[in-house]
């Protein structure tokens, strides 16, 4: 095909376009006026050319993303019957979350554990349980989600003690796969930068890599919570596996992460609730787009209301359309070439193997999160996107911005939205999860 249409046209090079800009602004400072500094210290320029493409190739996975609906399990003949219609219904990976032991019979009665993603969240450590279970479902598809350092950081406490924990482990990744899960959500939904986030988790994960010797590094997934921006969540996921790469090349070992994705809960409202429905399809998006092996969607009224059929559907619906009605199906590696998202994806790899070298160098991620560094920072990051939300600076639109005076919520409650007070005591404190919008939606319950 000919290109003489193409051939009346010079090339412009960044040096001109940016000399035509300076020229328009009249006057004003090209630095000071257009060049964007974000609260982890990213440099966001007005365009991008391929002279800031970086080349940096990502290895995701080859078959697009899964589809996972995610499951309480109070009656295992309830949970059974949800998990089968959410799989007739366009699911094909299902998340059970279980606070204790359960009847795995009757849960996973009917269901093809050889075809069917599985996901298990335990609020319980038990090796004897887990290895049963093992035994049971017999599938490579099959991940553990059992994060002992997690469970430290998020709750303060040990499931037992750190000796009888990494036991308890250990006996399990002897015999299973998937067995190790790095919670990276507590991070994001406690108020950590994407920067943070990043370094945490990979230190986090050093920690097991550390401990157990890198032939654990195919036993370890990771579970991350997607944020509202936009461009820098999709940068966010990339950015990890870059650095999960990097960080085993010094083990001499290789091993693909498996990245479980899902909305945040810190952005979401009581108020207004449908724009949450808005947020998660961003969030979603950001998810597929960054490469994420699965992503569970959250219900629009997640945070007030009981699981119900009809906000499972919605949100189940939410990813189905997004897979195959805009194509998204196979568009893990979309972002490759994409000058902007490149930049972004090595700056943020970049600030987060800073962070981790400072956290190795401090002893660890654990010795740090023992004394309290790690919670510390979290806290300042978070108490800082606290006064922009406070101020208006930060907007949730129909919480903080263009409020609906008629809505009325104190008789719609099923569940507590707020962060719930603890008085047990704690080996350590713990990191606190808390969505933005609380003491503004109590205020306004108070005067309804």
């Excluded at 004897?128 to 950081?153: M, P, Q, R, W």
């Amino acid at each position: 095909m000919s290109n003489y249409l193409f051939d009346e046209f010079q090339g412009v090079t960044p040096a001109e376009w940016k000399q035509k800009i300076q020229v328009d602004l009249k006057g004003a400072d090209y630095n000071d006026t257009l060049l964007w500094k974000t609260e982890e210290s990213i440099t966001v320029k007005p365009f991008y050319t391929k002279e800031d493409r970086t080349n940096i190739r990502v290895k995701t996975s080859k078959q697009g993303f899964t589809i996972c609906q995610s499951i309480n399990i109070e009656d295992e003949e309830k949970a059974n019957a949800f998990a089968i219609d959410s799989l007739k219904r366009g699911a094909s990976a299902i998340e059970f979350i279980a606070k204790k032991e359960f009847d795995y019979n009757a849960l996973l009665k009917g269901i093809d554990t050889q075809k069917t993603t599985l996901y298990f969240t335990f609020d319980f450590l038990s090796s004897e349980f887990v290895k049963e279970l093992a035994d049971y479902t017999n599938s490579d598809n099959c991940f553990f989600n059992i994060d002992i350092i997690g469970h430290l950081a998020s709750s303060g406490n040990w499931y037992s003690n750190l000796k009888n924990d990494h036991t308890q482990l250990e006996e399990i990744a002897k015999v299973t796969q998937n067995s190790i899960c790095v919670n990276a959500s507590t991070y994001q939904n406690a108020g950590a930068s994407i920067v943070q986030q990043l370094a945490y988790t990979l230190a986090h994960a050093n920690e097991y890599l550390n401990h157990f010797g890198s032939s654990i590094a195919n036993n370890i997934h990771f579970n991350f919570s997607v944020g509202s921006n936009y461009f820098f969540e999709i940068a966010k996921l990339r950015a990890f596996r870059i650095l999960w790469d990097s960080l085993l090349n010094e083990y001499n070992t290789k091993a693909t992460a498996h990245i479980f994705a899902q909305p945040s809960l810190r952005n979401k409202t009581l108020y207004d609730y449908n724009v949450n429905m808005l947020r998660t399809t961003s969030e979603c998006m950001s998810a597929i787009l960054g490469g994420a092996n699965t992503v569970a969607n959250s219900s629009y009224d997640k945070i007030f209301h009981h699981s119900n059929e009809f906000g499972e559907r919605i949100s189940r619906n939410q990813l189905l359309i997004l897979q195959q009605e805009s194509e998204l199906a196979e568009a893990q590696n979309i972002a490759d070439g994409a000058y902007y998202i490149e930049t972004i994806t090595q700056q943020l790899a970049q600030k987060a193997l800073e962070v981790f070298k400072l956290i190795e160098k401090g002893g660890g991620f654990l010795k740090q999160l023992k004394e309290g560094v790690i919670q510390r920072k979290i806290k300042e990051t978070a108490d800082k996107e606290q006064q922009l939300f406070d101020s208006g600076e930060l907007v949730l639109l129909g919480t903080n911005k263009i409020q609906n005076e008629e809505d009325k919520m104190k008789n719609d409650l099923e569940v507590s939205p707020f962060l719930k007070i603890r008085n047990e005591k704690t080996l350590i404190q713990p990191i606190i999860q808390k969505r933005l919008a609380e003491k503004l939606e109590q205020e306004r319950l108070e005067n309804e």
